[in-house]
Structure formats: structure tokens, C-alpha cells
């Protein structure tokens, strides 16, 4: 069961919730989930600290839009200033990919405290420690989003233990010049003895091809030489792959009623999940602000729960950032990249925030 365990996977699963519906991706629901289990459990919050459940919808309003601005244009002015600075419409252009959470954490404070002015008798203070507390656990179901859509992933482990993401490589073979009906990437297991414990890895590819005019030998030609170019020449089967450049491609073609299948034997980098990681950090952190709320609620002091999320939060995403590929090309002659250089203030802003709520105290209790 151990072994089982501490061996990778190929990890290839559909962005999609429902195949042959594209709009219902799990990215976009699950950050739709997170922020509706968010909305009542801020519901439940106000409820028992005496405050109106009225104003959690527009206090919610406030999120979403804080949210999706501020992690867009985080990812703009951080990462990418050049490419979306020089086509601006661009920025609009969401459904493309590219939120940072640390353009989040800069938006969400502002929200808040515009929010906060608007509503008397609701202190900023307050209102961000409790949505902080939903923020963590939103931001664990985003990560687990990440990981269906097989992004942000982490750098070669060298060893066995981790994750082969194929998503990218059945996507590139998609198009490739015959009539696919479909494409699987499988860890095999008849390949036990290619296991070197390195880190690369046996990965089995099977390609189903509809088989019209095709005779099994004009295929396997045909096939031989396009695979083995897409194995190999794309910057995504570089990092993926480890599919040798000088050796002929094994592949098996199986001719059946309809359709022949076709099996590639390649390689594949095992990667660390970093997803996974940070999606646990902060379901931790928010397990632990809630259980901080519950045990004490009115009598926490202004900012504790804040300063505890800016510690946990982006020190652990310090850290994973070892772990990570980098993002953009820049980062890339970085001896710290832009995650980590962006976490640092926040952590200090944390530790500030923390020893200023536990000189001062709760402002009710005297």
C-alpha cells in the first residue's frame, strides 16, 4: 500500500465537468463554489455576532468584484506587464487564464474598507477577519481548479513520488493529421522495469483513429514520424516529456472493426503537486481561523485572524514556490520569483498585524 502511494500517476483529467459541454469547466466552478459556500457561512457569522445577514450580499458583491479585478490585474502588473500593457483589451479577456492571488490580497483590504465606511457600525478591522476566514477555504477549492485545469504544477521531483500531467501532450496530439476519436495518457503497467527511480518515467499514450482509408502500415508511417516531431519539438513536451530525441518512437498499431488503436510507449517527468500543497495549506488555515472564531468569536481582538492569515497563507506560498515552475519567462534569472518577492511584505504586514491585535485587545471587551 506504501509503495502505492509514494508512486506517481498520470494525471490527465478533462477541464471540463461534463464532456461535450466546454462552457462548465471545474475552474469556474469551483471558484464559483468557494464563493457561495463563503457567502453562508458569512451568513452564519453575522447571525451570531448580532450584525444584519442582509448585508452578507453586498457584502459578497464587494468580494467578487475585488476578487476577479484585483487577481486580474495582479497578474497583469506583475507578470505579464508588457504583453497586456501593449494590447489592453486583452485584460479583459479573463477566460484566457492569468489571476494572482497576490493582486487578490492588495484588492480584497480595499473592497472591505470601502464597504466598511459605507456601513456604519461594522469596524474594517472586523469585517476583514471574518471573510479572511472564507477566503481561505475559497482559495483551496481555486488551487484544486488549478489542478483540473493542470497548471501551475510543480518542477521535477527526481524521483518517483508525483504527478505526470499529460493534459497539455493529448491536447498537441489532438492535432495531428488523422481522424482521432480519441486520446488517453495511462500509467502502464507492464513497464515496471524502465522505473529508475529518476523521475522519469513509463507513460503509454493510447490513440483511438478512426480507419477509413488507412491500411495499418501507411499509418504506423504516417504516425511515426508526426508523434515522435510532437513528442519532442514543443516547448510543453519538453516539460512534460522525456520522450528521446534520437531513438525510433515505439509505437504498436492494433487494427480493430471501426477504428485502429494505437499505442505510444514514452516518458514522462514526475512533478511535484504543488497544487495540491497550497489547496491543503489553506483549507489548514481556514480549519484553524474557524476554530479560533468558534472558540472565542466576539472576544478575538481586531486584526488577529488578518495577521494569522498573512503569515500562514503566503509564508506557506514561500515556500511552495520552491517547488513551483516558474510562471512567466522573467523569472526564470530570479533567485527568489515574483510569488515569493509578493509574499514577503504580506508575511511582515501578518506578523504587524498579529503583535498590534494582541497589544490592543478586542475594543469591547475593557
Not at 280 to 290: K, M, P
Request: net charge neutral; hydrophobic share 45%; with cysteine.
Amino acid at each position: 500500500m506504501l509503495s502505492f502511494l509514494l508512486s506517481f500517476i498520470v494525471w490527465d483529467p478533462s477541464p471540463t465537468v461534463f464532456e461535450g459541454f466546454d462552457r462548465l469547466r471545474w475552474y469556474s466552478l469551483l471558484f464559483a463554489l468557494g464563493f457561495i459556500i463563503s457567502q453562508q457561512i458569512m451568513v452564519y457569522f453575522f447571525k451570531k455576532e448580532g450584525k444584519n445577514p442582509a448585508l452578507v450580499d453586498q457584502l459578497t458583491i464587494y468580494m467578487v468584484l475585488a476578487t476577479i479585478i484585483g487577481a486580474r490585474l495582479g497578474h497583469v502588473l506583475f507578470y505579464e506587464p508588457e504583453k497586456y500593457l501593449g494590447n489592453p483589451i486583452d485584460i479583459l479577456k479573463i477566460w484566457e487564464g492569468g489571476l494572482a492571488s497576490h493582486g487578490a490580497a492588495i484588492s480584497i483590504p480595499i473592497a472591505l474598507w470601502i464597504y466598511s465606511k459605507r456601513n456604519q457600525g461594522q469596524r474594517y478591522l472586523w469585517v476583514v477577519d471574518r471573510i479572511l476566514i472564507v477566503t481561505a477555504m475559497t482559495g483551496a477549492l481555486i488551487r484544486m481548479g488549478n489542478l483540473m485545469n493542470s497548471e501551475i504544477g510543480g518542477k521535477d521531483t527526481n524521483s518517483d513520488t508525483g504527478i505526470v500531467y499529460a493534459r497539455d501532450t493529448e491536447e498537441l496530439l489532438s492535432s495531428l493529421r488523422v481522424p482521432i476519436e480519441s486520446i488517453e495518457a495511462y500509467k502502464p503497467t507492464d513497464r515496471d522495469a524502465e522505473i529508475k527511480g529518476i523521475g522519469i518515467v513509463p507513460v503509454n499514450i493510447d490513440v483511438v483513429i478512426t480507419k477509413g482509408s488507412y491500411t495499418k502500415e501507411s499509418l504506423a508511417s504516417i504516425l511515426s514520424q508526426d508523434i515522435k516531431y510532437a513528442l519532442t519539438q514543443f516547448n510543453s513536451s519538453k516539460e512534460f516529456l522525456a520522450e528521446p530525441l534520437n531513438t525510433p518512437l515505439q509505437i504498436d498499431v492494433k487494427e480493430q472493426a471501426t477504428n485502429y488503436l494505437v499505442t505510444v510507449k514514452t516518458l514522462g517527468r514526475v512533478k511535484y503537486p504543488t497544487q495540491i500543497f497550497e489547496a491543503a495549506g489553506y483549507f489548514l488555515t481556514f480549519l484553524l481561523l474557524l476554530s479560533l472564531w468558534m472558540k472565542y468569536k466576539s472576544k478575538l481582538p481586531d486584526g488577529l485572524l488578518f495577521g494569522l492569515f498573512c503569515i500562514l497563507v503566503f509564508g506557506s506560498r514561500f515556500v511552495w514556490e520552491f517547488f513551483k515552475e516558474v510562471q512567466v519567462d522573467f523569472e526564470q534569472s530570479m533567485q527568489l520569483n515574483m510569488g515569493q518577492l509578493l509574499s514577503i511584505p504580506l508575511v511582515i504586514l501578518g506578523i504587524i498585524l498579529v503583535i498590534r491585535a494582541l497589544k490592543k485587545g478586542n475594543p469591547q471587551i475593557d
